[in-house]
């Protein structure tokens, strides 16, 4: 049985320990939910003060070019490609995750329109914008979207047939924290003539990501969660380069334009993924994510061969699979129920537990103790889940611990069927 001490010990032996002093985290607070909104890099509030009162204040106009605004999209798309394994050019920062799959999704059912294939196919499970916005496009383009349970992708009888046109897959589940095995799954879409859609929301800065190894076609994720670049930050997109120059954006706005300062009357597209920009890019919010993606990026010195999805890796394991062993044992007979996999190759970086009743109100008791998970409603299929991500930059063993620890009071009190803890706000 592990102990308090124990966990000292191990955060002592910790060589990602100093990774935290990158972040300003209010004092008392364990947070769980760098999946739902990163924290604040304690560098963003002065870059963002000074790109409003230097660069935008005395620099005007002319930072476009003195400040580098114009090519900030693929400046930092280059420094998210570094933690999806994806190579230089291949990526940009810009609009929203839903967005960006709107823009993505059109392309891959683009190339699809002529083989007669009419199914999108993608998980009941999936996250709802997601689901929302392929059901919008597969109206408009003639699709049919087929949802299918968790699972049905590796049974026999396979989902992917000769009539599916994009197999669209988030790659972490936001809910459950199940990863799918990218490369194998990417592999059976090709063998059946599908092309496949990444959301890499759950998995950009939280897993390692290899989307040219894996061969996948699109991606996108979100900038906001484990990438903390702060709230409604600017997401990504990735085109795998087979498919670049030649993909058609939906949104053929001027910024994707291969020639924007010519001004001429007819849409000529950027080769590659700078057509993915659409209209004029948010400079004050592209500033914040890359502080953001500079706190995930400097743990790139902790492995120099295989970067800083690997180094941050091997703690977020440890981590994760600590947490699940001290609630297994210190919580046994709460009626708790381990969702997430034990399998650390299908395993996320957050943890999800469910119970029959009060997952709400004990977040609610959590959060009010200081330590900051979330809750998402169960379905037909699984009760009301109570979510911790784990974000090994900041967190430490001694912080699972202490959450722990809350955790079994919370339970064995009662204090969660307190009335305020179980009166419902408007975002859970
Ligand atoms: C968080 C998340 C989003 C968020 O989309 P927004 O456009 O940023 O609101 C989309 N998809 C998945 C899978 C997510 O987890």
């Given at each position: 049985m592990t102990t308090l001490e124990d966990c000292r010990a191990l955060d002592a032996q910790d060589a990602l320990r100093p990774l935290r002093d990158q972040f300003t985290l209010p004092e008392g607070v364990i947070y769980l939910d760098g999946n739902s909104l990163g924290v604040l890099p304690t560098a963003a509030p002065a870059r963002i003060a000074e790109v409003v009162t230097q660069e935008w204040g005395q620099g005007l106009i002319r930072s476009w070019n003195t400040a580098s605004w114009f090519d900030l999209p693929q400046r930092l798309g280059d420094k998210v490609a570094r933690l999806i394994g994806a190579a230089p050019g291949e990526v940009v920062c810009t609009d929203s995750t839903s967005v960006n799959l709107y823009k993505v999704l059109f392309a891959a059912l683009s190339q699809q329109k002529d083989t007669g294939r009419k199914l999108v196919v993608s998980e009941r499970s999936n996250f709802p914008t997601d689901l929302y916005i392929a059901e919008s496009l597969c109206r408009e383009r003639g699709f049919t979207l087929k949802l299918i349970e968790a699972g049905e992708l590796q049974g026999p009888g396979s989902v992917l047939t000769d009539e599916v046109a994009v197999l669209m897959l988030t790659h972490v589940n936001y809910r459950t924290g199940a990863m799918h095995d990218m490369k194998a799954i990417t592999a059976a879409a090709h063998a059946a003539g599908a092309l496949t859609v990444w959301d890499l929301a759950h998995s950009a800065g939280a897993v390692p990501v290899a989307l040219n190894d894996s061969n996948a076609d699109y991606a996108i994720g979100c900038g906001?969660?484990?990438?903390?670049?702060?709230?409604g930050a600017p997401a990504f997109a990735w085109v795998h380069t087979r498919h670049a120059g030649k993909f058609e954006q939906p949104l053929s706005g001027w910024w994707g334009h291969?020639?924007?300062?010519?001004?001429?009357?007819h849409y000529r597209p950027a080769p590659?993924?700078?057509?993915y920009l659409c209209g004029t890019q948010p400079i004050v919010a592209l500033a914040g994510l890359e502080c953001g993606l500079d706190t995930v990026l400097a743990a790139e010195a902790f492995d120099k061969d295989q970067g800083a999805m690997a180094a941050l890796r091997a703690k977020s394991l440890a981590l994760t699979d600590l947490f699940i062993e001290l609630v297994e044992e210190r919580c046994a007979g709460q009626g708790l129920s381990l969702v997430t996999p034990r399998e650390h190759a299908q395993r996320g970086s957050q943890v999800c537990l469910s119970r029959g009743e009060g997952a709400y109100a004990i977040v609610q008791a959590l959060i009010a103790r200081g330590v900051i998970g979330d809750y998402r409603a169960g379905d037909s299929q699984m009760p009301d889940i109570l979510r911790f991500g784990f974000t090994p930059l900041y967190l430490g063993f001694e912080d699972v611990w202490n959450s722990v620890e809350h955790l079994v009071q919370v339970l064995e009190s009662g204090e969660w069927k307190r009335e305020e803890f179980n009166r419902k706000n408007a975002v859970t």
């Open positions: 906001y969660k484990y990438l903390n670049g702060g709230p291969a020639a924007p300062f010519e001004f001429t009357p590659g993924v700078g057509r």
